[in-house]
């Protein structure tokens, strides 16, 4: 189970921080202007009842619907994950399906919701096995397995870089339709679409590994949009990471980001016109976001105040189907540092009151609809996860 936003994912490997000042979008003819806080936005924020303090523990939402419902999931004191939804009101509800374990790194989590109002997620069992659920609007779960899905039990451990066998479900577009990715008998993953009739479609990406913990990745909440193309990345057989989007026809296009000796790449969403937004690693280890058209071409995002040192830079979180970048920035000190970024090349700047300013605290934007509307997490002083909703 994804149980991070990607920042917060990857820091198992590495380290956060920052970049370079500039951000190169002279390639798409667009300028560049950078504001600090929007004084027009609101931001408020919220935890789960439940959710533990201690450190690493917390809140995570992961979507917001045009309603202002939003979805997630939350640690609590013992690291069981608990599914949320929160009401444009601010009541929360907690909730978990049938077959979800109750013990340390065991639970479930919610991802996507449809037009209709079903919630997708993942739930984790007492083996430590990961399956596929529904939430239907009137309160019944619907459970489901992906064809291939490996049955051997593991020790339940906050490993975001291995895995548990099974179904891990990460995305729900408006029809209804699933995206996610199965971990196999041999250890190897694979992505897969899941119709809302129930019919499956696993796919691999051209290059994926097929040795232990390689394979296909799909991104988690942003990536399956609207029109079904799905956005991701690939391990190859050197355990490389490579960025992908596949088109709801079957056609999919692999890249890595700008210039020599990236060494690795992660796409995170695709727009109604094909462009895809994602985060690449340089030569350099600066993290840098980036934008690719549906041509091909490759932007390269960096926001000014990013730190310049050794994984400190830009992160890019979420797209919208408008095409509006939200995502994180890592300050020289190593605190992340909320960002919007219009089409017009526009960035504004944001920090959710109470997020810590030391190295690996601070703000994790997570989603934006199309209204602008972002939802993510910040962290503490204390280390602590809490939610928050950012209006425009």
């Not at 956060?16 to 560049?32: D, I, P, R, V």
């Not at 809140?59 to 444009?88: C, K």
């Not at 309160?139 to 593991?154: D, K, L, V």
């Not at 956005?231 to 190859?236: A, E, H, I, L, N």
Request: net charge negative; with cysteine.
């Amino acid at each position: 189970m994804k149980r991070l936003a990607f920042a917060q994912f990857c820091s198992a490997v590495r380290r956060k921080g920052a970049l370079a000042l500039c951000l190169a979008l002279c390639m798409l003819g667009l300028g560049l202007s950078a504001t600090a806080d929007d004084h027009k936005a609101t931001i408020i924020t919220f935890d789960a009842p439940g959710a533990g303090t201690g450190a690493g523990q917390g809140t995570q939402p992961n979507f917001v619907n045009s309603e202002g419902t939003i979805i997630g999931w939350y640690m609590d004191a013992n690291y069981t994950y608990h599914s949320f939804l929160r009401t444009p009101h601010g009541r929360i509800i907690a909730f978990s399906p049938p077959g979800a374990g109750s013990g340390a790194y065991q639970g479930s989590g919610a991802w996507g919701m449809s037009l209709a109002g079903k919630i997708a997620g993942d739930y984790i069992d007492v083996n430590c096995l990961e399956h596929g659920y529904i939430l239907e609007p009137d309160g019944r779960f619907i459970t489901f397995e992906a064809p291939g899905a490996g049955t051997t039990s593991n020790p339940c451990a906050w490993d975001p870089w291995g895995g548990l066998q099974g179904t891990t479900p990460g995305d729900m577009n408006p029809a209804g339709e699933i995206a996610g990715m199965m971990l196999d008998a041999n250890n190897v993953w694979h992505g897969f679409l899941r119709a809302p009739d129930g019919d499956f479609t696993v796919f691999e990406a051209p290059g994926a590994g097929t040795g232990s913990f390689q394979g296909t990745w799909v991104n988690f909440t942003e990536g399956l949009n609207a029109q079904g193309t799905a956005t991701g990345w690939y391990v190859d057989e050197t355990s490389t990471y490579h960025g992908y989007m596949r088109t709801a026809d079957g056609q999919i296009a692999t890249f890595d980001g700008p210039g020599e000796g990236v060494q690795w790449t992660v796409a995170i969403s695709t727009d109604w016109q094909g462009a895809t937004a994602g985060v690449y690693l340089d030569a350099g280890s600066l993290y840098h976001g980036f934008l690719r058209s549906n041509e091909g071409k490759m932007t390269t995002i960096d926001v000014p105040g990013a730190g310049t040192g050794a994984y400190q830079g830009t992160q890019v979180e979420a797209m919208n189907d408008v095409g509006v970048i939200t995502g994180n920035y890592i300050d020289a000190n190593g605190a992340n540092h909320g960002f919007v970024l219009t089409r017009d090349g526009r960035i504004t700047t944001f920090d959710a009151p109470g997020a810590g300013a030391g190295a690996g605290q601070g703000t994790v934007p997570y989603y934006i609809d199309v209204t602008g509307t972002i939802t993510g997490f910040f962290i503490d002083a204390s280390g602590v996860s809490h939610g928050f909703l950012r209006t425009p």
